[in-house]
């Protein structure tokens, strides 16, 4: 089990604060934004972070379930290094109108830039709303239609074949260094912002494959244009029934990546129950269950102690994948 070390003064404070709330519990539900909300995504438009705080942003204003708009604000920078200072810099002045999107660069980019400062469990966990799937992806035109032919092709062009993904010894790295390894290639690795741009490389042949999202190839896949070899995933998708697993394929290499909402350092315990109250609305709407089966998505909804908990154990798993690869 993880254990999370907090200073004595911080549990005094977590205590008084606790027992305040159990005398007084209407102040968990007097608080409501008093401005607009700032609804940060650590990653670029159109790709599948955007895209959910998009959807979850409409959802909860046809629904009325906010008294102020949340308004998205896309900071990609640095591997998401712009939006995770950003948020800590909210603490000091508007921590309890500023949540965020998370990717999970979320543990890797604090790891990679220990400059920034950033610790993570000072953060406020407010949902876990899903963990996205990733596939392997390469054009129709390709002609490569399983795995086989796909490490063929790849070894064959050694490092002019392209990889696009998002960021740098983020997810989408990780897994392509997974494929170099296990296969035996030397692909190159080439990061855009975002993985709707990311995708576009794909769809536009400017790259040979990419390992998406299914909500960032969905219209390419569903126009013809690109094809799912396999998934990184435990089972096969229903949305891609004929994409094997890794698993399947002798590879028992499983990764999913964190669809999460994080609040600034320093919001107030009434403003955390709040954005956690909404977000488990969120979760529970139609909308947002009609999009996770369309998107694949998995998980189930987490707060409180136990997304952090899940966030120090992907943290610690983040760190050996980072040690492996040499980036720490």
Not at 157 to 176: F, R
Request: glycine share 8%.
């Amino acid at each position: 089990m993880i254990k999370i070390r907090i200073k004595p003064l911080g549990l005094c404070i977590l205590i008084i604060a606790g027992l305040a709330l159990l005398l007084s519990p209407m102040s968990l539900f007097a608080w409501k934004p008093k401005k607009p909300v700032e609804f940060v995504i650590m990653a670029g438009k159109g790709g599948g972070a955007d895209k959910m705080a998009r959807l979850m942003q409409t959802v909860i204003e046809k629904n009325g379930w906010s008294s102020m708009p949340l308004t998205p604000i896309n900071k990609p920078g640095g591997s998401g290094a712009e939006a995770l200072v950003h948020l800590k810099k909210r603490a000091k002045s508007d921590p309890n109108h500023t949540i965020m999107v998370t990717l999970n660069s979320f543990y890797t980019t604090p790891m990679r830039q220990p400059g920034l400062d950033i610790d993570i469990s000072t953060f406020t966990p407010v949902a876990r709303m899903a963990e996205d799937t990733f596939l392997l992806w390469v054009h129709k035109d390709s002609g490569i239609t399983n795995v086989n032919q796909f490490v063929r092709a790849a070894k064959s062009k050694g490092s002019d074949w392209i990889m696009a993904g998002t960021g740098k010894l983020q997810e989408d790295q990780l897994l392509t260094d997974f494929l170099n390894a296990a296969y035996g290639l030397s692909m190159k690795y080439v990061p855009y912002k975002g993985g709707g741009k990311v995708a576009k490389q794909l769809a536009g042949k400017h790259a040979n494959s990419t390992v998406n999202n299914p909500s960032e190839q969905e219209g390419f896949y569903k126009a013809g244009t690109t094809v799912a070899l396999a998934a990184f995933t435990d089972n096969r998708l229903e949305m891609f029934p004929n994409a094997p697993t890794f698993k399947e394929l002798g590879k028992d290499y499983v990764y999913y990546m964190q669809r999460s909402i994080v609040g600034a350092p320093g919001m107030s315990y009434a403003a955390a129950a709040y954005y956690q109250r909404l977000f488990k609305k969120v979760f529970d709407s139609a909308d947002w269950q009609k999009y996770r089966k369309k998107k694949s998505l998995m998980g189930s909804f987490l707060t409180g102690m136990q997304l952090q908990d899940y966030w120090q154990k992907e943290r610690d798993i983040h760190r050996n994948i980072l040690k492996k690869m040499g980036a720490l």
